[in-house]
């Protein structure tokens, strides 16, 4: 039964690899720079490297957005992400799976009445309009970089070629090990509060966490995704948007994912705030509107004839009816599984009376204890409390 509830994430992790995860090397293979092959070879090793060594951070934030306490409803808000990622794959449009997934959580959060925590939603849409301007930025300006670099060294045709071919695959694998920090918290973050799996340790040397092994997991969906599904989004992206040369391509990917690694980077955040620096949030950024943005940053730098406004359109539209398709379809199929199945998709909130202690203590000893009734929001195994016995003691 666990199997059967987790496979919605693996399902999403799938589309994932499909849509987001193509980004990656898109532009290198749009441009034949890289064969599929290769890239996709490249981008699974990583992606799962990155998932498991650096995925935890941006999960934090979604699990604030929405804390899914039933795993029927894990599985259904993975699902209906899933399922709206892939028919806009299916059209052939890379829309964000970060998206599709905030909005199935927000569905999820007006069918059991939970408060959604509208600090953590900003910041994630915040991040959907500032992250592409980011990348088009970087984009623009290492793009400028290169020219000037490639105007000193004056390299022959083929060893160029060569420079770019090998720089193309570090820089995807350095993108993918990105994409699976950020991204992984999209594939399995809803299952992490109710995840079935212990904590394996060997000794205590070495330690395999829950969130770990189900982000192994979901990572291992991604790299099958890639495999089998990206190939034609993959040319969307290398030549749909804006028509790149093979150095252009490298910039975009560089672009990307340094965006990713920002958001995605525990160390980086603890270093900015250790200095008292503006940190930059963990959230899961979306891939898809990366490398949009990047290509964009580069045909502006080209004086914008070659943007093609028309596919540029189709794009932005996928990523504006996503969020709200993802959260239509969440609430309808909660809907239907809690009443056609009778399965639990939400745990109820419950209002208890308890000692809410207020202690005063004078010569060590309790002079008082307040009684009072609170609301919880939240899962609660047991309750601790103070009590006073005859003696005056704790």
């Given at each position: ?100 997934v905030v909005g199935a959580i927000v569905g999820w959060n007006f069918f059991s ?102 982000f192994f997991l979901g990572a291992i969906a991604i790299s099958i995704g890639i ?168």
């Amino acid at each position: 039964m666990i199997l059967f509830f987790l496979s919605s994430g693996l399902f999403l992790g799938w589309s994932l690899g499909a849509n987001d995860a193509a980004n990656i090397f898109g532009t290198a293979v749009g441009t034949k720079m890289v064969r599929f092959r290769s890239a996709a070879i490249v981008a699974s090793i990583f992606v799962i490297l990155g998932a498991v060594i650096s995925g935890a951070g941006a999960s934090h934030t979604l699990g604030k957005l929405g804390s899914i306490n039933a795993l029927g409803g894990a599985f259904m808000v993975a699902f209906s992400a899933a399922f709206t990622v892939f028919w806009m794959t299916r059209l052939q449009i890379p829309v964000s799976t970060s998206q599709a997934v905030v909005g199935a959580i927000v569905g999820w959060n007006f069918f059991s009445h939970t408060q959604t925590d509208y600090n953590s939603l900003i910041k994630i849409v915040s991040t959907w309009v500032f992250s592409p301007i980011l990348a088009a930025v970087f984009s623009a300006l290492l793009y400028l970089l290169l020219k000037k670099i490639l105007k000193h060294w004056k390299l022959s045709i083929f060893r160029l070629d060569v420079y770019t071919r090998i720089a193309l695959i570090v820089v995807g694998a350095f993108g993918a090990y990105s994409l699976g920090a950020n991204n992984i918290a999209n594939v399995m973050g809803v299952f992490v509060p109710v995840s079935p799996f212990p904590e394996i340790s060997f000794g205590n040397w070495f330690h395999i966490s829950s969130a770990q092994q189900l982000f192994f997991l979901g990572a291992i969906a991604i790299s099958i995704g890639i495999f089998t599904y990206s190939f034609k989004v993959m040319q969307t992206i290398g030549s749909g948007v804006v028509k790149l040369t093979p150095q252009s391509a490298l910039v975009v990917v560089l672009a990307e994912s340094l965006v990713l690694f920002l958001f995605a980077s525990s160390t980086l955040r603890n270093f900015l705030l250790s200095h008292n620096l503006p940190a930059i949030p963990l959230v899961p950024v979306s891939s898809s509107q990366l490398v949009v943005g990047a290509i964009i940053g580069i045909g502006i730098i080209q004086g914008g004839r070659n943007i093609k406004f028309n596919t540029l359109g189709k794009i932005a539209s996928g990523w504006v009816t996503t969020p709200i398709i993802a959260a239509v379809i969440t609430f309808v199929a909660l809907f239907f599984l809690k009443n056609t199945f009778d399965i639990e998709v939400y745990k109820e909130n419950k209002e208890m009376s308890k000692n809410k202690i207020e202690v005063n203590i004078n010569n060590d000893k309790i002079t008082s204890i307040s009684d009072e009734y609170f609301y919880n929001n939240q899962n609660i195994d047991y309750f601790c409390y103070l009590d006073e016995n005859k003696n005056g003691n704790n």
